[in-house]
């Protein structure tokens, strides 16, 4: 209530400041007012009385900001708009109709499909990307005819529309224009080509890909957003390209790269992420934890385990608890109990929360989590816990832990060991066989590995 107040009282002062900068004799100081009105979303009136300024540089971020000032189309705003589309002033007019469009405002619908036909770019570029959101449909069949066009500002905006309405007759067109700005080579004008490969990525155009492994490969500049678009695609064409980049030297780089393959689910990048587990870097090895538990990389688990246990981050060490809990379920039991004594207050508040986890609580469990929720640094963690384990009625806990049998053949029990060493030993090597090797192809090894390896740390008794 206190910080929401403060945040009121904020705001209330700078819409204050505003409405004293509005009488400036400066434009500047006018026209700034009127953009931060708009972020605000208040005062739309002095906004439309703005639009009367004499100077065009006020009347253009007036006409912006209403855009911004209201959620619904105001009657009274959209004719002070569709007013303004008259204005002398370009840039005015291309304000004007953007506002219109962010509006929705469909009753202007007409007036901005004449602006589709204005002799000045910057109106016709307003215009596209104003008609893509009042009306995408009566676009659509123009859409390839502006994409062509020889002026800067039109085809930047058309490009963008066929993103936003995934427009896939575009994208050959689009490909196209990425391959002759690449021969070009002109490295001054990055945004361009990086919005053509977002829209390729969004149209799911695989015939780009070629293009956008030899990018990545090439393209400092452009690497990032390449890979992006190839993980967001699932191309395994990224593999290769995925694997020198996350042994770069910039921590920044390594971390960034396993959110985007996260973000695209791209689980088939497992071999190259589960070996960050015993990264150097903090942020790394924090990402690749979150990682193997999105993908539930069970095999994971003695690293993970081994993080949580003595990872020299203490803040590591708890989201290491709670992912061995999400990847071993009940199995992580003894975990807990073990660790509900460490020394780090982190560690001990997530072991708390993850008995909320667990199907059943042994004796030995029940009274840990009595003792956590006894101490006052972590008994807020135990609630979720007492309450699913009812802990204050009185009822009869399971015996025994039920055994888990790993189907193991008792030929092989006195050899589990050395066949797990080995297994394990293939598993990480997997990366180093990628120029041998299709990464899907390494994917399928590794997942049947991982089935084996889990089964054989169970008859092992592996898991403790």
């Not at 204050?16 to 009105?37: F, G, H, T, V």
């Not at 204005?87 to 219109?100: E, I, K």
């Not at 067109?173 to 004008?189: H, P, S, T, Y």
């Not at 089935?451 to 403790?464: D, H, M, P, Q």
Request: hydrophobic letters at 40%; a negative charge.
């Amino acid at each position: 209530m206190v910080d929401q107040f403060k945040r009121n009282n904020n705001k209330q002062e700078e819409i204050e400041r505003c409405l004293r900068l509005i009488q400036s004799r400066n434009p500047r100081d006018r026209s700034y007012a009127a953009k931060r009105l708009g972020e605000l979303k208040e005062r739309p009136d002095i906004l439309m009385s703005l639009m009367d300024d004499p100077n065009g540089f006020v009347r253009s971020a007036s006409a912006e900001a209403l855009g911004r000032s209201v959620e619904l189309p105001a009657p009274e705003v959209v004719s002070h708009l569709l007013a303004a589309i008259d204005d002398p002033n370009n840039y005015v007019c291309a304000a004007a109709v953007n506002s219109l469009g962010l509006l929705e405002a469909k009753q202007a619908k007409e007036q901005i499909e004449v602006c589709l036909n204005d002799q000045h770019p910057i109106i016709v570029q307003a215009a596209i990307l104003a008609m893509a959101r009042i009306n995408p449909d009566a676009i659509k069949d123009r859409l390839i005819e502006y994409l062509k066009s020889d002026e800067y500002l039109i085809h930047l905006a058309t490009t963008r529309v066929c993103g936003w309405l995934s427009y896939e007759p575009c994208g050959d067109v689009i490909l196209q224009a990425l391959k002759n700005f690449m021969a070009v080579n002109d490295q001054q004008d990055l945004k361009l080509p990086k919005l053509y490969i977002e829209v390729l990525a969004r149209l799911d155009k695989k015939e780009a890909i070629p293009t956008l492994v030899e990018i990545a490969e090439n393209e400092v500049g452009l690497r990032g957003v390449a890979v992006e678009a190839l993980v967001e695609m699932n191309a395994e064409e990224a593999a290769g390209i995925l694997s020198p980049l996350l042994s770069d030297p910039s921590n920044r780089l390594r971390r960034n790269l396993i959110e985007m393959m996260m973000q695209a689910d791209y689980g088939t990048a497992l071999p190259l992420v589960r070996p960050l587990l015993k990264d150097n870097a903090i942020t790394v090895r924090e990402t690749a934890l979150a990682a193997v538990s999105q993908w539930g990389d069970k095999v994971s688990a003695e690293d993970v385990r081994g993080i949580a246990y003595s990872d020299p981050n203490p803040f590591v060490r708890p989201q290491a608890v709670l992912t061995l809990t999400k990847l071993l379920g009940q199995e992580a039991l003894p975990d807990l109990v073990e660790l509900s004594d460490d020394l780090n207050l982190h560690v001990r508040r997530a072991v708390a929360q993850c008995f909320a986890e667990m199907e059943y609580l042994t004796p030995k469990a029940k009274a840990v989590l009595i003792k956590l929720a006894n101490d006052e640094d972590t008994a807020e963690f135990t609630r979720e816990a007492m309450q699913k384990h009812d802990l204050s009625a009185a009822h009869p806990l399971p015996r025994t832990e039920p055994v888990k049998i790993a189907p193991v053949p008792d030929e092989l029990r006195g050899e589990s060991q050395s066949l797990l060493t080995l297994l394990e030993k293939w598993q990480e090597l997997l990366p180093d066989l990628q120029q041998e090797f299709e990464l899907e192809k390494l994917s399928d090894v590794d997942q049947a590995l991982s089935t084996l390896i889990v089964y054989l740390r169970e008859a092992n008794n592996g898991s403790k």
